[in-house]
């Protein structure tokens, strides 16, 4: 096809050689239907969705394998060393209470890192299996958007392709949000980038932010030895979403497994000193300045859109206070042929989220309805115990002043993790008081993150407490601690508590 041609302009002018590279990717009415900037969850996801629906369909990445931050640097290499890091402190601190003796143990890092970078190859190269399986077309460059119709690729070699589209898809994610005045060297200072990557297991370790990915990946390096301390500037950890009760037990679990945490403490600077960092603190309301030293400082506070150099000014295109695109019916910007998803628009920063919008997204392209209830978008920490949870907190329907009911399950009386000896966490159901409509639910267990989505489900199709109660669940399962807190919120009382 003469649009998948490459041409190479090697022009001689007055003797002198131009080593400009072009590439027209299309041209005239030869254009393609869509073009996707970026390959992570939502971006991959949707240009699979598009081209199934038959759609000629670009993807753009600026980096040299697809997947995005997620596959790349973040979900996928974290869960991989959170399941690691599990093993070996069970085999080093549980075994022998299992009637298990292991003698000689010990931990070989670079094995460890090589298990995760292994899955993030797997993963990654599977993405571009199934680009080449559904018949997507990759393109690798910075993707910039020229006009309402057209994508200019900037290619790591200096050279250029231009591709004209009917429709564009911003699916660019998000970047770690920097700390003012702290400079992330990857090695001492370290972003999650860097902690999924250390070379040695500190000795201390100063993690800034004691949400979802800072106790997380604090978790990982204590279960190998690292005595971690999180400094948080909330009142809580968990970060934002997580109901209170939730957060405080899972505080105490995390403080039971060694993790230190100074919680409405903000940290106000970070000194180098021969091997070694000095973070300096002090209280939130005020108070006397406090100091903590280690050997490796991990910077996680956050993540914030990322759309550098995508030429929205080139179509007019305004971010919002928070840096984010703005999008209204069916994701579409303020230029009706330009859309945008996931991380970069308003809504939680959850790959699961950008997959489903992808999919709507280009649905709704085709014509169809494109609804995503966000109530209904789980969300997941994936320590052990996990945490997860979907719907609204206590704390929301206290504030929105919703007349509810609780259910509450501990996993101590759950047959299925006294079999396993892990026991801690419960389970909590919140339903509405007058209809008995499921409104959340809030897990803190060892399978957490698979249990919610039976909760998920059930919110999602507008079921009750009664109705999960009435459903029969598997015995012994981690899955009837759910019917257990299910059954309590609607009759008041469970059968095995």
């Not at 006397?288 to 150099?309: F, H, N, W």
């Not at 966490?425 to 993150?449: E, F, P």
Request: positive net charge; hydrophobic residues 40%; aromatic residues 4%.
């Amino acid at each position: 096809m003469a649009a998948l041609m490459r041409t190479s302009c090697h022009m001689r002018l007055l003797g002198l050689r131009s080593s400009v590279h072009f590439r027209r990717f299309s041209s005239g009415t030869d254009e393609v239907d869509l073009v996707v900037i970026g390959s992570g969850p939502g971006g991959y996801v949707a240009a699979i969705k598009a081209a199934q629906l038959g759609m000629k369909t670009v993807c753009v990445e600026k980096e040299k394998t697809l997947g995005g931050t997620c596959l790349n640097v973040g979900c996928i290499p974290s869960k991989a060393l959170l399941h690691n890091s599990h093993l070996y402190h069970l085999a080093k601190h549980e075994f022998p209470k299992r009637g298990i003796d292991v003698t000689g143990l010990s931990l070989n890092l670079p094995n460890l890192l090589k298990q995760k970078e292994d899955a993030v190859k797997g993963l990654t190269g599977g993405v571009a299996y199934l680009f080449k399986n559904n018949k997507v077309t990759h393109v690798q460059g910075h993707g910039t958007i020229t006009s309402p119709h057209e994508v200019t690729v900037n290619q790591s070699g200096g050279g250029k392709q231009v591709i004209k589209t009917k429709n564009i898809l911003i699916a660019t994610g998000s970047e770690v949000t920097p700390f003012p005045g702290i400079e992330v060297d990857e090695k001492t200072v370290v972003s999650s980038t860097g902690a999924l990557s250390l070379t040695k297991v500190p000795e201390r370790m100063v993690v800034i932010g004691a949400g979802v990915i800072g106790v997380e990946l604090g978790s990982v390096w204590s279960r190998l030895g690292s005595k971690v301390t999180a400094v948080e500037f909330l009142g809580h950890v968990g970060g934002m979403g997580i109901d209170m009760e939730i957060s405080k037990n899972f505080q105490k679990v995390l403080k039971k497994q060694g993790m230190d945490f100074m919680l409405d403490t903000k940290v106000t600077g970070a000194t180098r000193s021969g091997g070694a960092v000095k973070v300096t603190m002090e209280p939130v309301k005020g108070g006397a300045s406090q100091e903590l030293m280690c050997d490796v400082l991990l910077v996680c506070i956050g993540r914030r859109p990322y759309t550098a150099k995508l030429g929205l000014e080139n179509v007019g295109i305004t971010l919002d206070k928070r840096g984010r695109v703005p999008v209204g019916q069916g994701f579409r910007t303020s230029v009706p042929s330009i859309y945008a998803i996931g991380d970069c628009i308003e809504g939680p920063m959850l790959a699961h989220k950008a997959e489903d919008e992808g999919i709507l997204c280009v649905e709704g392209m085709q014509g169809h309805p494109a609804h995503i209830n966000y109530d209904c978008v789980p969300s997941v920490i994936y320590t052990h115990p996990e945490v997860g949870w979907v719907g609204k907190t206590e704390e929301n329907l206290k504030e929105a002043k919703v007349e509810y009911k609780v259910g509450k399950f501990p996993f101590s009386a759950n047959s299925r993790a006294k079999t396993n000896a892990d026991t801690d966490g419960m389970v909590k159901v919140l339903s509405d008081a007058k209809t008995d409509r499921l409104l959340g639910v809030h897990i803190i267990g060892s399978t957490a993150g698979e249990l919610i989505n039976e909760a998920v489900l059930a919110m999602e199709y507008g079921a009750s407490a009664e109705d999960v109660a009435r459903v029969c669940h598997a015995h012994p399962t981690n899955a009837e601690a759910l019917r257990e807190a299910a059954l309590m919120a609607y009759c008041g009382k469970a059968i095995n508590c």
